[in-house]
């Protein structure tokens, strides 16, 4: 079993930056990968970022790149992202997950926060 806690989101105007942070507890936090993911009103969920047990190879989505970074600190148990020069259609509930079995680009998460909600005005 894995718990995972999100928070830091807030409201922002459009160019600001915010940091979310999810805190794992249960299984060991370096034995597996974790991602993020939003979902806007009306939209389906979307991968956001992904970074490795080690924290050694990240990914993003194309939107992103360049102005998100996700990182881990396996000694705190927490996963962050970066979210600079934000844009209004970042605008969504942010979620973390955990990826308990799975390596490379992607794979099934078996566990997901409560999520966080981040709103960028213009």
């Known amino acids: 079993q894995v718990q995972l806690v999100e928070s830091g989101g807030g409201l922002v105007q459009a160019g600001g930056s915010l940091r979310l942070s999810c805190a794992a507890s249960g299984r060991a936090f370096s034995s597996y990968a974790m991602g993020w993911f939003r979902q806007a009103p009306g939209k389906e969920r979307e991968f956001v970022a992904r970074i490795s047990r080690n924290g050694a190879v990240t990914y993003y989505v194309d939107s992103v790149k360049g102005r998100f970074t996700i990182s881990r600190d396996n000694a705190k148990n927490t996963v962050y992202l970066q979210m600079n020069s934000l844009k209004p259609e970042d605008t969504a509930v942010y979620y973390c997950?955990?990826?308990?079995?799975?390596?490379?680009?992607?794979?099934?998460?078996?566990?997901w926060g409560q999520g966080t909600q981040v709103t960028v005005s213009s």
């Open positions: 997950a955990a990826d308990l079995y799975s390596t490379g680009a992607s794979g099934p998460y078996n566990y």
